[in-house]
């Protein structure tokens, strides 16, 4: 019994040899690995410029988004499941397309990329803005539906509603959360850690709730407003690739812009009634193949 256990106990021990050696060989192979793979980091970390504002040598952004084609209907909305929500909102509409004449709301534009003098706009880190970006839970609505935030700043989501919500931050790049906030609840703060464009939002109690939040590594971006204008300040003098992002049509439009040293540079968008009506999008099916997602929709020009 006891020669037995005590074999017992030296094959463990070799095992456990065994073990702990292939442990250590690997985490070798491991730590090479990562003194390669960190040795690139630190490199292209290094290789980021921090942006040192210089108002003499930016400029701004702004625009008008348009609508073109035949206004689409607004869909009604039923909000009885909740009594508070329903008497706030007698005549409840859905809100994925506004548009007021022939200007369209709700429009994230922002640079995607481009060039500063002869470097590259990627190549710059920008510090990001100590203000929070705050989404409010106002009427059983997301108050604003499209919101930008960059990278790293306070994002701050509070409610002003007499009843309770559920955040359901459906994030893909950065991390998800789905929190409930009840009538006068402390604001939930959070930061984004990654760009995400666009991070789809949505309230569990009332499943017509909906709000977008663009996450960019930088300042420049707007949100058109109810008359579809838009305006970046700021921006270095450069040449760039803009992005206009609508919920309908996440592939967006992309121009180029120019912007000198204190000058406004106009950039006007204008969307058409085929393109926000492409059978796209609740969240889901196109969101699943993320692959096919931007071939798929740029073909619906
Ligand atoms: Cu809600």
Same mark, same amino acid.
């Given at each position: 019994?006891?020669?037995?256990?005590? %074999?017992?106990?030296?094959? +463990?021990?070799?095992?456990?040899? +065994?073990?702990?050696?292939? =442990?250590?060989?690997? %985490?070798?192979?491991?730590?090479?690995?990562?003194?390669?793979?960190?040795?690139?980091?630190?490199?292209?970390? $290094?290789?980021?410029?921090?942006?040192? &504002?210089?108002?003499?040598?930016?400029?701004? /952004?702004?625009?008008?988004?348009?609508?073109?084609?035949?206004?689409?209907?607004?869909?009604?909305?039923?909000?009885? $499941?909740?009594?508070?929500?329903?008497? $706030?909102? &007698?005549?409840? @509409?859905?809100?994925?397309?506004?548009?007021?004449?022939?200007?369209?709301?709700? =429009?994230?534009?922002?640079?995607?990329?481009?060039?500063?003098?002869?470097?590259?706009?990627?190549?710059?880190?920008?510090?990001?803005?100590?203000? $929070?970006?705050?989404?409010?839970?106002?009427?059983? @609505?997301?108050?604003?539906?499209? /919101? !930008?935030?960059?990278?790293?700043?306070?994002?701050?989501?509070?409610?002003?509603? &007499?009843?309770?919500?559920?955040?359901?931050?459906?994030?893909?790049?950065?991390?998800?959360?789905?929190?409930?906030?009840? &009538?006068? #609840? #402390?604001?939930?703060?959070?930061?984004?850690? %990654?760009?995400?464009?666009?991070?789809?939002?949505?309230?569990?109690?009332?499943?017509?709730?909906?709000?977008? =939040? !663009?996450?960019?590594?930088?300042?420049?971006?707007?949100?058109?407003?109810?008359?579809?204008?838009?305006?970046?300040?700021? =921006?270095?003098?450069?040449?760039?690739? +803009?992005?206009?992002?609508?919920?309908?049509?996440?592939?967006? /439009?992309?121009?180029?812009?120019?912007? !000198?040293?204190?000058?406004?540079?106009?950039?006007?968008?204008?969307?058409?009634?085929?393109?926000?009506?492409?059978?796209?999008?609740?969240?889901?099916?196109?969101?699943?193949?993320?692959?096919?997602?931007?071939?798929?929709? !740029?073909?619906? @020009?």
């Amino acid at each position: 019994m006891h020669s037995s256990r005590a %074999r017992f106990l030296v094959a +463990l021990f070799a095992a456990l040899c +065994l073990l702990a050696f292939a =442990v250590a060989c690997s %985490r070798g192979v491991d730590d090479a690995e990562d003194a390669e793979s960190s040795g690139d980091d630190s490199a292209e970390v $290094a290789s980021l410029t921090p942006y040192k &504002p210089n108002p003499a040598a930016e400029g701004s /952004i702004a625009g008008t988004v348009s609508f073109s084609g035949a206004v689409p209907e607004k869909v009604p909305i039923s909000m009885t $499941a909740d009594a508070v929500c329903a008497s $706030a909102n &007698p005549d409840a @509409h859905a809100e994925d397309i506004v548009v007021n004449g022939d200007k369209l709301a709700n =429009v994230l534009v922002y640079i995607k990329e481009g060039k500063v003098g002869d470097k590259n706009f990627g190549g710059f880190s920008f510090a990001p803005v100590a203000q $929070a970006a705050t989404l409010d839970q106002k009427g059983c @609505h997301y108050v604003p539906h499209v /919101i !930008g935030v960059q990278v790293n700043q306070p994002f701050s989501v509070t409610n002003s509603d &007499p009843t309770a919500h559920n955040v359901n931050v459906d994030a893909r790049q950065n991390e998800k959360f789905n929190q409930g906030q009840s &009538p006068g #609840a #402390a604001p939930i703060n959070k930061t984004f850690k %990654r760009a995400e464009t666009v991070i789809p939002v949505k309230c569990n109690q009332h499943p017509w709730m909906r709000a977008y =939040v !663009g996450v960019l590594q930088h300042p420049f971006f707007a949100v058109s407003d109810a008359s579809g204008k838009f305006e970046i300040k700021g =921006v270095p003098a450069g040449t760039y690739t +803009l992005v206009a992002w609508h919920e309908k049509y996440p592939t967006g /439009i992309t121009q180029t812009v120019t912007v !000198g040293a204190g000058a406004p540079a106009a950039s006007d968008f204008s969307f058409t009634a085929e393109q926000l009506k492409a059978e796209n999008i609740e969240g889901g099916a196109l969101r699943a193949l993320p692959a096919l997602e931007f071939p798929m929709l !740029g073909m619906h @020009h």
